[in-house]
Each structure stands twice: as C-alpha cells, then as structure tokens.
C-alpha cells in the first residue's frame, strides 16, 4: 500500500480505458435531474424553477434590483465593486481566510463581557431614543454607531452582539441607520496604509467591523426591499460572508431565491460564501445546481468550496448513477474533482501521528471510492482519475501509519482498512488505462485539467508526458495571463523533474523571446516585488519557473541565462536567479558569476543582498571583504547575512 504505484506503465488494455460505453450528456442540457422516480417535493420544484429561469432573469436583474435598492445601498455597492484593485476571485482573500477559523464561543457569562454588552444597550437605547425625537439625524446617529461596534475578533462576537441589538429595536427604527453605515463604504487603500499591520484589512478598522455588523442586522426583519438590498450586497466580496448569513437569518422564500440567484451571478469569494450558505438550506433540489456552479467562477479557490459540497451532497449518486439516469457530464466531473479537492487539503493539513481525523474521512469512505473507481472506468473522464490517485496516495499514507502503529483511531484505521481489498484492482488501472486518460486530457489543451493533471502524471513518474509538455512550450509565442505563465511555470518544472534535458534549448528560448530577459535587465531595479496587476508579472512568473528547472537539472551549460537574470528589475526573479547560480557555479569558477555576486551586494532588494553575501563566502571572494563590512554598518536588514559571511570569509583567509 506504500507504493500504489510503478515508475514504468503496464501495457494498456485500450486507449480510452473505459470498459463500459456509458457517456453523459452534454453541458447545454438541464442540470436538475431526478435521482430517482419519485414525486418533487416543494424545495425540488423550487430548485428546477430556479435553474429553469436562469437565462430569463439574470438580464433583468441587475436593472431591477438597482431600482429597488435604493440609493444609498446602491452606491455603497458601486463605490465597493468598482474600486477593486485585483481581480474580483481574489478580493477579501485575507478577511475570509480570517472569518473561517475557528474561534471558541464567547463567554457571555464572564463580568468583562456582561459589562460591555451592558454598556452597548445603554448607549444604543439612548441613540435610539434621540433618534426617534429627531435630535440625532440618520447620518449622525450611524456616525455614533461605528465606535459602539467595535468588536474584536468580530466572527466571535458577531451573533451575541447582533442578538442584542434586535433586542433593543425589534420594531426595525434603526434600519435606515443600518443603511447608512453600508452606504459609507470600507475604508480607502490610504485610510488602511495609515494603520497598524492588524488593521490593514477593512473588517478590522471600527467601520468596517460597523458595516458588516449592519448587513448581519437587516436579517432580523423580514423586508421584501431588505432581501433584494441584501442580494446585491451578496455580490461584494467583502460583505458577501455577512449577507448571506442575513439572508439566511431572513428564512424567507425570496430570501431562498435571492441566495440562489445571487449564486449564479456571484464570482470568486462571493460565489463560496452564497453556496455554502445554500448548502446551509439542507433542501435536496438544490443539490444539482449547487453542485454545477461549485467548481467554477472561483478559479485558484475551488479548494475552499469543496469541504461544504463534499459533507452536505451524496456524491456517490452523482459518481456511478443507476443506468437508468442520465446526467450532464458537469455534474459527474464537479462530483469527482470535488473528491480530488478534498483529498488534496487532506494529505497536505493531515500527519501520520495525528489522532484527529481529517475532513475525507467525515463520510463513508468505502463506498465513495468505490463509485469512483465505476465512475473512471465507465466515462473515462480526467476528473475521476486524478480524483482516484490523490485516494490511492490517502490510503497508502495512513496504511503506512497503522501497519507501524502510528495510528489506533478508529474512525481512520475502518475506513482505511476497508478500502484495501479495491487498492490493487484500483493499481492495475492506474498503470493502464488510467495514464491514457490523462495524456489524451493534455492533448485537449484543456485549461482547468492542466495543474491536476500534469501533478499526477509526474506522481506517477510517465515518460510520455514530456512530449505534451514541450509542445505547449514551443507553440508558446507571448503571455497573455498569470494563470497561463503558471501553467507553463508547471510544465517547465515537471520537464525538469523528470530529467527532460531536451527542454534546455527550449528554455532559452522561453528567457529571450517570450520573457525578453534583454529588456527586463534594461529597467531599473527594484527593491519590493512587483504588485499583483503589473503586466510584467506573467513573465516574472515564467522566469523564475525556468531558473529553478535549470537549477534542478544542473544545465551548467545555461549558466550565462542565469548570470542575465542576475540583473532583472524585479528582485524575485533575481532571487531565483542567485538561487540557480548556487548549484549551476557553486565554487565561482567563471568570472562572471563573480561578477553578478559582487554587483549584488548593492542590491536595493535586502533578500537579493543576503543571497549575494551568502554567496560570497560560497565562493571564498576575498575581494568582497571591504563591500561586506560596508554592509555590516550600514544596512540593517542585511547586516546578519553580512555576519555571517565575513566571519566564513575571514576564517577561511586566516
């Protein structure tokens, strides 16, 4: 079980490696499908509605939903969705990654809580009361709020203190002052470089707190133009977390429909947080569309949706259906590549000696590997593959640990133990049909099969991946994207891992044509890493691929791309680039890595100058001693690096 796999392939048995023609439908068809014949329940019907009228509503939408809004939540919205920087997936990655911690509930007993929600009453009941006699306006009364809310961590605090609030005004007075405070918007890129390094994202400043803690407050009444504002709300990354928890408060059938709707429209961050919580609604009709949507919209973070969709939906009937149901292909490849996502966060947070057992076995284990296995050698799709070999890796780690008596928990050795008469059937297949598979994927130039794809064809040590991925190197002219130069950044790596030195000339061709290294080095240097939306970031990330395959490979005959690169503007590339040069020249013996070390040690970029220094005593360069003491005194941030190689350097002299 420690090996799940050989290095070399077993002859195939066929070239598709499916032993049943089974095929799925297409995309295009609906994606609400009776598992079994049975009469709809109130939630499957609403659920089919809602995929039906897709097409219809999602034009009409927008338009209507910003004449109900309002105009304050409307250009709250606006200001927020507009004035992103990054791209939308990526928003509020920070305070989402914060809001899913895990936070012990607050002690609502102890005297320094009770004190401060005593306080919170006294003060917002004598803000209610001005409010109400007209001598606090709107504006003034949500200026007031924003101190009163400032709690911290806010995920801990957040139902206590909203449950609260609702105590004191069940009647809703202070909605349009919770208007207000979203009308204000999140503070400004300059407000946030002004504050602390723990306040540098917009739910931790006292406004921001304040604002999420008003979305979470118009949950508690159960408005018609409170859902629709919530729905847009639920759009924003940064407060999608909070609306479609309030929509969820509301418990209304348009609040049902606003989550599934806003679902459908919302990208990234957003699109995570509406689905898990529609997954919250427990309704079985939904199942279907919840899973089509999962996967997509939300490139780079499927990771983070998959652990809801893998508890909450019985993925097995989505896998290995009876014969007599037919499913769109989305639905049976989201079904597997949830599988892969789970399993992947699971062997990366898991260790062999932890008790505690990991997120892939909260369900019945067996079972699910063995629709699976039906569902790869019935459709012959790339997903269930890849999906089968992160189980196998699964299994074959906590094996290992129970045969050496690592692991007593019951609740990992069961699942594990009964999974092992399907491992070497599941074997044979992965060293056959399973490798045919893949490669024809990589044929397809599919774009989301790539990563899964290539990884597991290097687990598995196949030659034959090389061809593929030269290909898509030299048919390479110019990048267009990040997501593209990290695809071919994969490619180069996996050539390199597998000793591919044909790639060599291929590689060079990369640093001068597509990444123009000549032009780089002509810009001035640069102390910090570029940001996010530079167009210039693709080839960065290219040009480090390469330097690090020419580092693995040892392709001392490159060593002249690697001294260029010495002198690129953006330091991580330099970086990369002294890290090659340690293993491609490791004892200095050409004059121009000499050369590049020594200009280095004037690096603006402090990481590139401790590279230099440790590069320098490496190389023993007695004539780097005066720059290295100049160091020393007067460049705090390298003066360890410094250290360190003179006390080599003089050593070595003495």
Known sequence: MTDVYHDQPEPATSTSGQEARATPVSDEETLSVEMKPQAASAAQEEGQALAAEEGAASSARPAEATEQLGESGAAATATDLEGRRRPLEYAATPEHLLARQPQPPLDVESLAV???????????????????????????????LVPLLDFSPLPQWAPVVTAHLYEIDRAGSLIPVWQALIARGDPGDQELEQRPLQASSPAETPLGKARRLAVLMLGSYKDTELTVLLGRLALDP??????????LRQNTLLARQTL???????????????????????????FDLLLALGLEGIPGLEAYVAPSLYRAIPLEAYLDPPPEVTLPSRLIQHAALVCYYVCLESIRSASVQ???????????????VQALFASARRYGGWPQVVALHQFALLLGRYWSGIVRGLIREPRIIDPVTSCLPLMPEIERWMNGPARDILLAALHD?????????????LDLRELRLCAPLLAALERTNRLESAE??????????????????RALDVF?????????????????????????????????ILAVAVLRSL????????????VQACRDFDPVVREAAFMALMRLDSSGEQWSSRMAMREALSDPAPAVAALACRLAAQYRDRESLPALRYLLQSRPSVREAAAAALAQLEQAVA
Not at 515 to 533: C, H, I, K, M, N
């Open 114 to 144: 009770r004190e401060r929600l005593s306080r919170l009453r006294t003060d917002v009941m004598t803000l209610l009361t001005d409010l109400r006699w007209g001598v606090l306006s709107v504006e003034e009364a949500a200026r007031r």
């Open 238 to 247: 940064h407060l999608s977390f909070y609306a479609a928890q309030a929509l």
């Open 260 to 286: 599934m709707r806003a679902a459908k429209e919302a990208e990234g961050w957003a699109r995570i947080d509406l689905i898990e919580a529609c997954l919250k609604l427990k309704q079985p009709g939904f």
């Open 354 to 368: 932890s008790e505690q057992p990991p997120l892939v076995f909260e369900r019945e284990l067996q079972p699910l």
């Open 445 to 457: 130039r599919n774009e989301q099969a790539w990563s899964p794809v290539v990884r597991t064809l």
């Open 484 to 501: 593209e130069a990290q695809r071919l950044s994969l490619a180069c790596e996996a050539l390199a891992a597998l000793g591919e030195r």
């Open 508 to 540: 060079r061709r990369l640093l001068a044509e597509v990444v123009v290294l000549s032009e780089r080095t002509a810009l001035a240097q640069r102390a910090d890493p570029l940001p996010p939306e530079n167009e210039r970031v693709p080839g960065s």
């Open 551 to 562: 580092a693995l490979l040892e392709a001392r005959e490159c060593l002249d791309l690697a």
